[in-house]
C-alpha cells in the first residue's frame, strides 16, 4: 500500500510538473506576439474635427467615429457609478480579473448547454474590455482570452484605475455612430455630459452590451426595460436612493438624435468649403480623425442675410421668367395619395417649402395634399394634411416660352395646374394656404468680405446646397465683363494716367491673326467721342476702354491683375481688357477688396484659427506681428499695444482712392445706380458678358466688399438688358440694406495729400466748383487737371495684342463684343427684413 501510494505521489507530482511546464510553455509561446500594452500611455483615439462660426457657435462636424475625448475628472460621478453599476461593480478592487464572476458565468455556461435554457453571460471587466477594445480581436477563442488575461495583468500594473476608466470611456462603441460617452451624451440627447439626468446616465450605461439591441426607435420597450434594470443596479450598489430610482424609472425615453454635418441653416456650402481647405492641409484621415477646433470667419446673421438676398433674387427673377411646369406628373389612383411622394427628396435649405400633389383643380383654387412628415425613425408619419392654392397665388405662372417671352395672363388656377401635378409649395399668410413655387433654372453666387483682412464673413455658392453641391462662388469659372474693367484704369492711374486723361470712344477695328477683324463695340451702340477716364468708366464704355489698354499695354494690367489675384498667369489678349479671360467671384471680390483697403494685398480666407486636440494653435490666418501684446501683467494706463500691418503694397493708396471715387460715380451716375437705394457711400461696378452670360456687381463700403454674380451653369443667355446693373446689382443693395442697417453712413478714408479739385466731367479741365457739369475729382499730389485736352487714341496707330494693328472705321460699322451695361431705368429691390434676416419675401422663402 505504501509502495501504491508512493507511486500515486510520484505520477501526480510528474503530471502537475508536466501541466505546469504545459502551462508555462503556452503562456510564453502566447506572449511572444502579445501587443504592446505600453502603447496605451500615447493612445490618442479618433476624434471629430469640429468647425465653429465666428461667434462660435458650432457650424459642423465631420468623423468617421464620432467621438469626443474626455478626461475622468471631467465626467460626472453618477455617470461613472452609472456605467461601474451595469459593468463592473468591483471596478475598483479586482486586479483586473473578477474570479467570483469567472466562475458565476462558467456556471451558467454549464446550466445553459443542459437545460437548453437562458442565455449565456459574459465575465469581462473594464479592464478586459480596454485590452480586448485596444489591443486584440473580438474572437471567441482560448488563445485570445489568455492574451487578454496577460494584458490585464500588465495594464493594471502600469496604470491607475482612473487612467483606465478614462480609455474605456472615450472608447467605447455607443450605437448612432458614437464613440465614447460624450459624443453619446450629444447625439442621444443634444446634451453635454454634466447636462445628463439620471435616466439618461442610465441608458447611456446600458448602451455598451449590444446598441443595436437597445435601440431607441426600433426597439423602444426593451431599451427602457434596459435602463431600468441599470437603474435598479444603481440602487442596489447604493448609488442613488428608491426614491431617485422611481422617478427615473417613470421618465420616458426621450432620445432626440442630433444631426451631423453642417449645423447652421444656409451654411452647408460654406461649412464644405472649409472641409475641403482643411483636406488639402491635413489630409482626409486628418480631418476624420484629427480632431481639430476650426474656428472660421463665418457670420451666421451675415449668411442668412446672404442666402435671403440670393434666393429672393433668383426666385424674383426666374418667376419674370414664367413657370416652367410641375416638378413631375403622376396618376392618382385612388390609393393613398401620400404614397406617390414619398420618394420626392425636398432639400432641408428651402425650408419652408415643401413638396405636394394636386388633388383636386378647379377656376378658383387647387386641392394638394402634402408630403407627410418623417418621424424619428425616418418613416413617414400617418398624418395626412391638404391645402389650397388659390387663383391669387399662381397669377404669376404665365406659361414659360422662351426666357424673355410669356403666355397669356393667368385667369384661371386650371389653366396652370392639372389633377396629379407634383408641384413645390410654400405657406401663404392665410392658414391652409399655399403659394406655388419653383426652383429657379438660373444660378447665383455671393461673397461678403472684410476688406481689411479677407477675412469671408458670408459666402453662398447657389440657391440650394442640397440639390446642387457646385460652389459657384470658388469654382465656377466666368468672365468677369466690365467687371474687369477698374484693373484696367487702375493699371492706368499706377502709369501716370489720371482720371480726368481723355480717351477717344469711337469705333475701332482689330485685324486679327486669324483673319477675323474685331471690332468692339458699347453696349447702346452708340459712340460718344472724347471722355474723361471717369466717364468712361461710369458708363462702362468698351471701345474707350480698349483704346486705353492698347495705348497702356496689356503687359501692365496683367501684372496689375496678377498681383491682386484676379488670375494666376492672365493672357495677354486685348479682349481680356473687357473681363473675357475667366475667373472666379472669390478672387474678384478680394481684388477690390485691395481698392477699398488702399492698396495692401490681402488674402481671402474662410479659417481663422485651427487648434489641435490639446488646444495647441497650430494654423491661423492673422500673422501681424505683436510682440507689445506679451506682457507680465497689465498696469494702469499701461497702451494698448499696435498691431503692425506688413501686408504688401500691391497698389499706391492713392490710385486705390482714386478708382474708389470713380467707382463711386458708378453708383451715382452710371451703370450701378441701383445700389443708390443704400443712401450710403458705396462703390462698386457691373459686369457682363457677351449675349448676357454672365451678370455682376461687386460693391464695397469703407469696411464690407460684396460681389454677386448670376448665370446658368451651363452658360446660356439671360435675354436681352439682363445685365449686371439690372439683374445682379439688385442682389447686392439687397445684402447690403439688411447688413448695413442701423450702422452709420462713414465715408471712404481719404489718404493724406490727395487734392480734391473741381473738374468739368466731360473734358477733365478745371472748372469753377458749383458750376453745371463740374466734379471734385482726387488728383494724386503734383498732379492736376491739364490746361488743354489731349485725346488718346484720336490718331495713334499702333500694334495690337494680336500684332495686326489698329484702324478707324465709321460708326456705322457693327460691333462684335458686348462687354458692358448700358441700362438705366429706375428699379428698387424687396423690402428691408427685420433684424433676424429671416422674414417672408412674399414667396414663402425665408
Known amino acids: 500500500m505504501l509502495r501504491f501510494l508512493g507511486w500515486l505521489f510520484a505520477a501526480g507530482f510528474m503530471i502537475v510538473i508536466g501541466v505546469a511546464a504545459a502551462a508555462i510553455y503556452i503562456v510564453m509561446d502566447v506572449s511572444k506576439d502579445l501587443p504592446d500594452y505600453k502603447q496605451l500611455a500615447a493612445y490618442e483615439p479618433p476624434v471629430m474635427t469640429r468647425m465653429h462660426a465666428a461667434d462660435g457657435s458650432l457650424l459642423a462636424e465631420y468623423a468617421e467615429q464620432r467621438r469626443l475625448f474626455v478626461p475622468i475628472q471631467n465626467v460626472p460621478k453618477k455617470l461613472i457609478e452609472a456605467y461601474l453599476a451595469a459593468e463592473d461593480k468591483t471596478f475598483y478592487t479586482h486586479s483586473g480579473l473578477d474570479y467570483r464572476g469567472i466562475f458565476a458565468a462558467a456556471l451558467r455556461y454549464v446550466q445553459v448547454k443542459l437545460t437548453g435554457r437562458g442565455q449565456i453571460v459574459g465575465a469581462s471587466t473594464i479592464t478586459q474590455q480596454v485590452a480586448k477594445n485596444f489591443l486584440l480581436s473580438s474572437e471567441q477563442t482560448l488563445s485570445r482570452k489568455l492574451k487578454e488575461a496577460l494584458i490585464v495583468q500588465r495594464i493594471e500594473a502600469s496604470f491607475s484605475k482612473d487612467q483606465i476608466l478614462e480609455l474605456y470611456l472615450n472608447e467605447i462603441f455607443l450605437g448612432l455612430n458614437s464613440y465614447g460617452i460624450a459624443a453619446a451624451a450629444l447625439n442621444y440627447f443634444g446634451k453635454s455630459l454634466d447636462e445628463l439626468s439620471i435616466d439618461e446616465m442610465a441608458y447611456l450605461a446600458a448602451l455598451p452590451k449590444g446598441p443595436n439591441n437597445y435601440h431607441p426607435f426600433r426597439y423602444p420597450k426593451r431599451a427602457v426595460e434596459r435602463r431600468n434594470w441599470v437603474l435598479l443596479q444603481m440602487y442596489e450598489n447604493g448609488y442613488i436612493t428608491e426614491a431617485e430610482m422611481k422617478e427615473a424609472q417613470a421618465r420616458p425615453l426621450n432620445v432626440n438624435p442630433r444631426p451631423f454635418g453642417a449645423q447652421l441653416f444656409a451654411a452647408e456650402g460654406f461649412a464644405e468649403e472649409v472641409r475641403r481647405e482643411l483636406t488639402t492641409m491635413y489630409g482626409k484621415e486628418g480631418v476624420s480623425k484629427g480632431g481639430y477646433s476650426v474656428r472660421t470667419t463665418i457670420d451666421p446673421k451675415l449668411q442668412i442675410m446672404a442666402r435671403q438676398a440670393v434666393a ?215 459712340f460718344y467721342g472724347p471722355s474723361t477716364l471717369r466717364r468712361g468708366i461710369e458708363q462702362s464704355r468698351n471701345a474707350m476702354t480698349v483704346r486705353l489698354a492698347d495705348d497702356l499695354g496689356m503687359t501692365k494690367i496683367a501684372d496689375l491683375a496678377q498681383r491682386l489675384g484676379v488670375y494666376d498667369q492672365m493672357p495677354r489678349h486685348l479682349a481680356n481688357a473687357l473681363g473675357s479671360a475667366e475667373t472666379t467671384l472669390l478672387r474678384m471680390v478680394t481684388a477690390y477688396s485691395i481698392f477699398d483697403n488702399g492698396g495692401r494685398k490681402v488674402e481671402a480666407t474662410l479659417i481663422d484659427r485651427i487648434q489641435d486636440r490639446r488646444g495647441r494653435t497650430i494654423w491661423k490666418h492673422d500673422n501681424r506681428d505683436c510682440t507689445a501684446c506679451v506682457q507680465a501683467e497689465y498696469t494702469p494706463g499701461m497702451p494698448e499695444p499696435e498691431l503692425l500691418d506688413v501686408s504688401e503694397q500691391v497698389m499706391s493708396p492713392y490710385t486705390a482712392y482714386q478708382i474708389t471715387s470713380m467707382l463711386e460715380g458708378v453708383v451715382e451716375r452710371g451703370t450701378g445706380h441701383k445700389m443708390k437705394v443704400l443712401g450710403k457711400p458705396v462703390a462698386g461696378k457691373t459686369g457682363t458678358s457677351n449675349d448676357e452670360r454672365d451678370a455682376w456687381f461687386i460693391g464695397y463700403t469703407p469696411d464690407l466688399a460684396v460681389g454677386v454674380y448670376v448665370g446658368y451653369d451651363n452658360p446660356k443667355p439671360m435675354g436681352k438688358k439682363r445685365t449686371g446693373g439690372e439683374l445682379a446689382a439688385p442682389f447686392v443693395a439687397d445684402f447690403m440694406q439688411m447688413a448695413l442697417r442701423n450702422k452709420p453712413a462713414a465715408p471712404f478714408r481719404v489718404p493724406r495729400a490727395i487734392e480734391l479739385i473741381p473738374i468739368n466731367a466731360a473734358t477733365g479741365r478745371r472748372a469753377i466748383f458749383g458750376e453745371e457739369g463740374t466734379i471734385l475729382e482726387a488728383f494724386k499730389p503734383g498732379d492736376e487737371p491739364p490746361d488743354s485736352t489731349s485725346i488718346i487714341g484720336e490718331t495713334k496707330k499702333t500694334a495690337s495684342a494680336e500684332g495686326s494693328g489698329v484702324v478707324l472705321v465709321p460708326p456705322s460699322q457693327d460691333g462684335a463684343y458686348s462687354g458692358g451695361d448700358g441700362n438705366y431705368s429706375d428699379g428698387s429691390v424687396g423690402t428691408v427684413p427685420d433684424d433676424t434676416g429671416l422674414t417672408d419675401g412674399g414667396d414663402g422663402l425665408y
Open 312 to 526: 429672393r433674387g433668383l426666385i424674383g427673377f426666374d418667376r419674370k421668367r414664367g413657370y416652367r411646369g410641375p416638378v413631375k406628373t403622376v396618376q392618382l389612383t385612388g390609393g393613398d395619395w401620400a404614397e406617390t411622394l414619398a420618394d420626392f427628396k425636398v432639400p432641408a435649405d428651402v425650408a419652408p417649402w415643401q413638396i405636394s400633389v394636386v388633388l383636386e383643380v378647379s377656376d378658383t383654387e387647387a386641392k394638394i395634399g402634402l408630403q407627410p412628415t418623417r418621424g424619428p425613425d425616418g418613416k413617414f408619419t400617418d398624418v395626412r394634411e391638404t391645402g389650397i392654392i388659390p387663383l391669387n397665388y399662381v397669377t404669376w405662372a404665365r406659361a414659360y416660352i422662351d426666357g424673355s417671352k410669356l403666355g397669356p395672363e393667368v385667369k384661371k388656377v386650371s389653366s396652370v395646374l392639372n389633377v396629379g401635378d407634383v408641384v413645390y409649395v410654400a405657406p401663404g399668410k392665410e392658414q391652409g394656404q399655399y403659394h406655388l413655387v419653383q426652383t429657379p433654372d438660373v444660378e447665383a453666387a455671393l461673397v461678403a468680405m472684410d476688406p481689411h483682412s479677407g477675412r469671408v464673413l458670408a459666402m453662398v455658392g447657389g440657391f440650394s446646397y442640397g440639390s446642387s453641391q457646385f460652389n459657384r462662388a470658388t469654382q465656377a469659372m466666368r468672365q468677369p465683363g466690365s467687371s474687369f474693367k477698374p484693373i484696367v484704369y487702375a493699371a492706368a492711374l499706377d502709369n501716370g494716367y489720371t482720371p480726368a486723361s481723355v480717351v477717344l470712344d469711337a469705333p475701332v477695328e482689330f485685324h486679327l491673326s486669324n483673319g477675323k477683324v474685331w471690332r468692339p463695340k458699347n453696349y447702346t451702340d452708340k
